[in-house]
């Protein structure tokens, strides 16, 4: 507040001796303190995870940072990392993690301004494991075996690999042949194919045609001679 000085002039009639006039002069300051002492409002910081939400393969290294992170004020920014399942803290700006397994894994971090002021993100990673399935073996006229496999929910694709073998003796009136099935968990028959002969193929299926979760078996039934296979299946998540 700047200094304020008040002048009050107060003119008196005095009568005296002298029948003069007398003028009187009273001065007020106010002596208050020109600085303000009041205490700026401070602001916490705010915390921020990148990825938010990942979604990786198991054993796939995820790199997470809280660079995005700010603080109105300018301040330092300390943080603080908590990972679901291990024990210690980690403090660093950038961190790379690790899942073996599969499942969902929570993620914090505490950020800390030079003030002391703190603010927390969270976060949860998704950690998929992907399926690989081989088989091999023959079968003969009348005869089937079944591959069966699993299909969860976030199952983005399935891939089925074959190589199929006539086993016959070569110059045989009629080749070996077989037909392949594929059923999902509810039994629904997804893909049928008679009449396959000796040679290589693949079969390929997306997210909207695996509704089914569960158990999907692969079907291989004999219907000429003996056909010997090897079959690779895939799932991606």
């Given amino acids: 507040m700047k200094k304020v000085t008040l002048l009050l002039l107060i003119l008196f009639l005095v009568m005296g001796a002298s029948g003069g006039y007398g003028y009187y002069v009273i ?11 009041t205490p700026k409002s401070k602001s916490p910081p705010i915390a921020r995870i990148n990825p938010s939400n990942p979604k990786i393969q198991a054993n796939e290294t995820i790199r997470f940072s809280a660079s995005d992170s700010t603080d109105s004020d ?13 024990s ?19 993620v914090n971090l505490l950020v800390t301004d030079s003030t002391g002021l703190t603010d927390e993100a969270e976060t949860t990673v998704s950690v998929v494991e992907d399926y690989h399935g ?18 969860k929910a976030t199952a983005v694709s399935v891939l089925i690999t074959y190589s199929l073998n006539d086993q016959r003796i070569t ?4 080749p070996s042949s077989v037909t392949l099935v594929l059923n999902d968990a509810d039994g629904n028959e997804l893909r049928r194919e008679e009449g396959q002969e000796e ?20 079907l291989i039934e004999g219907e000429e001679g003996t056909m010997g296979y090897e079959v690779d299946i895939d799932v991606k998540y």
């Fill in 171 to 174: 110059g045989a009136a009629f």
């Fill in 74 to 86: 300018g301040d330092t920014l300390t943080f603080t990392w908590i990972f679901e399942g291990d």
């Fill in 199 to 218: 040679g290589d193929g693949s079969w390929s299926f997306s997210s909207d045609v695996l509704q089914s979760v569960g158990p999907y078996v692969f």
């Fill in 27 to 37: 001065v007020l300051e106010d002596d208050a303190d020109d600085t303000d002492n």
């Fill in 88 to 106: 210690e803290q980690y403090s660093s700006e950038t961190i790379e993690r690790t899942y073996p397994d599969g499942g969902d894994f929570y």
């Fill in 134 to 151: 081989e088989a091999n073996g023959s079968v003969d006229n009348g005869e089937s075996d079944e591959i069966e496999f699993p299909v």
